[in-house]
């Protein structure tokens, strides 16, 4: 696969695009140039010639018009994982997970790296941040409150990957030193969009067994690590009467921790531990609690720990008597 693409500054759109196609393609070259005859001998043109079809992806075109569901204009990296995005999600899970995993799991993968990767680019790219925000919030209606929400969820999607590119462009004037620097940015966003591949469908398979294991309730019990957060702010109808979840940590311990809010309030508990209990630890937190085998409540409360199941359920049910609503 020959891929061709503009000269001079890059940007992310374009070299996240070229790594996309270059994961796929193991023995593809890039060629960067703005010449139009040198530009057709490419197989793919992406981000420079005015032209939108089948060989042409140029979204700087005055008759490209093109947005997502969400609103969001679409620039070179979303176009380009929209033609290689499932086929990019089917070759990470076989190759690294070493399995063929379900249609739906693989899409719901592949719209995740276009919402918390791809847009993000597509929108620094186009400068549209300012008029997708205003119209996520319809100042004409929104509170000064629900705005900020708007604004805070949107930013903590935000992977900062255009900064990153843009700080990797030479500061040295030679075409030489500005290309070897592009392929440099294109084999780390490759690995770095690899990563985020491979954690996308484990956060879905994830999320798979979270639903599974939820029976309605007050509590999400847990009996392996899993992204449960990730289900909630996936489905907060199912979890709006969940309160707490409860499951192993990485030391064959058991912790609780409050749900959270909403995603724009991630940081804000449905259920704060009981005030006298934050920041006690291990005897000092089994004597005001009357348990057994309790590690710690973090001072801010929104979660705890204990030895063991048993007693981790134990210190729940406390937690569910006597802790603070949001």
């Known amino acids: 696969m020959l891929i061709a693409t503009h000269d001079g500054t890059f ?5 996240m695009a070229c790594a996309i196609i270059t994961y796929l393609y193991d023995r593809s070259k890039i060629i960067r140039s703005r010449n139009s005859e040198l530009l057709e001998t490419a197989d793919l043109i992406i981000d420079v010639s005015s032209l939108n079809d089948e060989k042409h992806y140029d979204h700087h ?3 490209f018009n ?3 569901s969400n609103g969001i204009r679409y620039a070179t990296a979303g176009l380009m994982w929209e033609k290689y995005g499932m086929a990019f999600m089917r070759k990470v899970a076989e190759q690294e997970l070493s399995s063929t995993l379900k249609p739906e799991l693989l899409e719901h993968a592949c ?3 276009d919402r918390e990767i791809m847009c993000m680019i597509d929108i620094n790219d186009n400068g549209d941040l300012t008029s997708f925000t205003t119209m996520l919030g319809n100042p004409q209606t929104a509170s000064e409150e629900q705005l900020l929400h708007v604004i805070n969820e949107f930013y903590q999607n935000d992977p900062n990957i255009s900064y990153i590119v843009a700080m990797m462009n030479s500061t040295v004037q030679s075409e030489e030193e500005q290309n070897k620097q592009f392929t440099l940015t294109v084999k780390m966003l490759k690995t770095i969009l690899e990563h985020s591949a491979i954690n996308a469908l484990q956060t879905e398979i994830g999320i798979e067994k979270v639903l599974k294991a939820y029976k309605g309730g007050q509590m999400l019990i847990l009996h392996e690590r899993l992204p449960w957060t990730s289900a909630v702010f996936a489905n907060m109808e199912t979890f709006k009467d969940c309160l707490i979840a409860i499951y192993p940590d990485r030391n064959q311990r058991w912790r609780i921790q409050s749900l959270p809010v909403s995603q724009a309030q991630r ?3 449905r259920l704060s531990a009981p005030v006298e209990l934050r920041g006690l ?3 000092a937190l089994n004597q005001a609690t009357g ?3 309790l590690n710690f409540i973090h001072r801010s409360g929104f979660t705890g720990g204990a030895s063991t199941y048993e007693d981790c359920l134990k210190l729940a049910r406390l937690w569910i008597e006597r802790g603070i609503k949001a």
């Open 281 to 283: 630890n291990d005897e």
């Open 267 to 269: 940081f804000s508990n």
């Open 291 to 293: 348990l057994e085998n």
């Open 66 to 68: 093109r947005k997502r």
């Open 61 to 63: 075109s005055k008759d």
């Open 111 to 113: 719209a995740r790296i």
């Open 11 to 15: 940007h992310a759109d374009e070299t």
